[in-house]
Structures are given as structure tokens and as C-alpha cells.
């Protein structure tokens, strides 16, 4: 093979990947957790058009919204213990869900695979 055609193969593989690259999901967790209260969002983004479930855990427990259909190529999932919010439609969790301060979220499709890498949040904390 000449230098030229290594070249070219070279190149050819750096563009595949980068695009690839391109295309992954991006994923991004928030938290807040207060006295009375555990609130926690999770937003996919770069996504393949379809249906996913934003899953969050934190200590031993582990909440699951309903499916949601991407707009665009994003969703946009939140999770609260008050009932204001639950009512506009967050996926209800207990006032004490928020345990260490930390919670983990990740994106299911449609076929029950988790689609992005598992990203874990330091919630912000208030009275």
C-alpha cells in the first residue's frame, strides 16, 4: 500500500469516528435536595429519533419515568416530591429520596437498553 493510499485510509477512519462521536447522546443530570423535599432532572440531548425513560437512583432507591418521545432529538425528564410539580407532570419521588447528596441518572429506549452512559449528579442542597 503507498503512503498515500495510508493516508487517505487514515483520514477515512478519523472522519468515521468523529462522526460517530458526533452523534452520541449527551446526558445531564441536576439534583436539589431540602429538608422536605427531593427534585431531580435529566435531559438527553444528540439522541436517534424514538421513546425513553429517564431512570435515577440514589442510595437503594431507584425511580423510573414514564416513556416520553423525543422532540427534536431531546427529552427532558423531571422527577420532584412536591405536589405542585407532580401535577405538571413530574415523576413523583419521596421527600427523602435524595440520600449522600448524590443521585445517578441514565436513558432506557423503548426496548428496555440503557442508551447513555450513567452520569451521577452532587445535588445542590438548601434549607
Not at 425511580?63 to 425528564?77: C, L, N, Y
Request: some cysteine; proline content about 2%.
Amino acid at each position: 500500500m503507498s503512503l498515500r493510499s495510508l493516508g487517505l485510509a487514515a483520514a477515512a477512519i478519523v472522519f468515521t469516528f468523529s462522526s460517530v462521536a458526533a452523534q452520541a447522546a449527551d446526558l445531564r443530570v441536576d439534583c436539589e435536595k431540602r429538608s422536605s423535599r427531593s427534585k431531580a432532572s435529566v435531559d438527553g440531548n444528540n439522541l436517534p429519533d424514538g421513546s425513553y425513560r429517564a431512570v435515577i437512583s440514589s442510595g437503594g432507591a431507584t425511580a423510573r419515568s414514564a416513556f416520553q418521545h423525543t422532540a427534536g432529538d431531546e427529552v427532558e425528564f423531571d422527577f420532584d416530591s412536591r405536589q405542585a410539580d407532580i401535577a405538571e407532570g413530574a415523576t413523583p419521588i419521596p421527600a427523602g429520596f435524595i440520600q449522600d447528596g448524590r443521585v445517578r441518572g441514565w436513558l432506557v429506549n423503548g426496548s428496555g437498553q440503557r442508551v447513555t452512559a450513567v452520569v451521577t449528579a452532587i445535588c445542590r442542597v438548601r434549607r
